[in-house]
């Protein structure tokens, strides 16, 4: 067994046996039934190669993990075009703040939370109508996981399109200001059905190589953008929690309310890990415990 096959099984065992889990998010009703005692990882090395451990073949929601597809979607579709319309710094508030958004004119501060997010998926249906955008979404997912079975669940879109007050008064807000071009229930579809794309840690793992920049690996971007979105996961990736994350971990991160997080390791790997308990910033508890463990056994950081 390999040394990191060995690091994966401990981590994993450490994590079945973890008292404190975190709390489920259940203000989208489909989430709030998941058993929080599940805990998978999934790491693919430069080299192709790759190990998991725990529940890494269970599907889960990816929710705000999404926010990175499709902003790497936007990019190679619209270019530096798209910075007209979202920022680069983090918002220091929760994911689903409403707060900054009126303050700031319409422009939220970047495209992973929730507003940023609305406005990239508003930008990806440009041309297109919701099923098609939704079309492209999956086919992005599928080809850079390299595995056709990645679906989205419409119970899960359906839960939040029904309860999702505060992403429609975002959507509103961003329309008031001129920074939405198509109606708000429209890009809201879109954006819970791509947020309900359900994928196991392997997959997430898979569909995260592209990020790494490495030779053996798939390539579906430029250098340029894959380093960019990096430094926004690094500085916004897990929202008000995201100073945390980069003091603990030290490696770039996008979070997710299912309690999944990808985590890259420049011109290393790539990192998925799961568990559906949250803190308080909403990301997972366990999960971030396990890739600051990974981290450290690794000797993986990008501060050197
Ligand atoms: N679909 C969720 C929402 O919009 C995603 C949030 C998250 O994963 N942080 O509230």
Redesign the pocket.
């Known amino acids: 067994m390999s040394d990191l096959q060995a690091i994966l099984d401990r981590i994993a065992a450490e994590m079945a046996a973890a008292p404190d889990r975190g709390k489920v998010a259940d203000y ?1 009703p489909e989430l709030a039934s998941i058993d929080p005692g599940q805990f998978g990882i999934a790491v693919c090395l430069a080299d192709g190669t790759h190990c998991t451990a725990g529940d890494a073949e269970v599907r889960f929601s990816i ?2 993990v999404s926010k990175v597809f499709t902003l790497a979607m936007a990019l190679g579709r619209l270019g530096d075009q798209l910075w007209a319309r979202v920022g680069r710094e983090p918002s220091g508030l929760a ?2 703040s409403i707060l900054q958004l009126e303050h700031e004119r319409g422009i939220p501060r970047n495209p992973f939370i ?1 507003a940023g997010a609305i406005v990239v998926t508003d930008a990806l249906l440009s041309g297109h109508a919701p099923r098609e955008m939704l079309g492209d979404y999956l086919r992005f997912l599928r080809h850079a996981a390299d595995d056709d079975d990645i679906h989205i669940n419409e119970s899960v879109a359906r839960s ?1 399109t029904e309860t ?1 007050h ?2 429609f008064a975002l959507a509103h807000e961003l329309c008031a200001h001129g920074n939405l071009q198509h109606p708000p229930d429209h890009v809201l579809g879109a ?2 059905h791509q ?1 309900a794309a359900e994928m196991t840690c392997r997959q997430l793992a898979f569909a995260g190589r592209f990020l790494v920049n490495a030779p053996e690996l798939p390539s579906l971007l430029s250098l340029a953008r894959v380093r960019r979105i990096n430094a926004l996961m690094m500085t916004c990736g897990h ?1 008000d929690g995201s100073g945390e994350f980069a003091f603990r971990v030290g490696l770039p991160g996008k ?4 309690g999944g997080i990808l985590v890259i390791v420049p011109s290393r790997a790539a990192v998925a890990v799961w568990s559906p308990g949250l803190n308080a910033q ?1 990301n997972s508890q366990l999960g971030t415990l396990a890739v600051e463990r990974l981290a450290r056994a690794q000797g993986w950081s990008v501060f050197g």
């Not at 979070?255 to 299912?258: A, E």
């Open positions: 989208i929710q705000s994911f689903n929730n939040e999702g505060r992403n954006y819970f947020c929202y979070s997710g309310v299912g909403g």
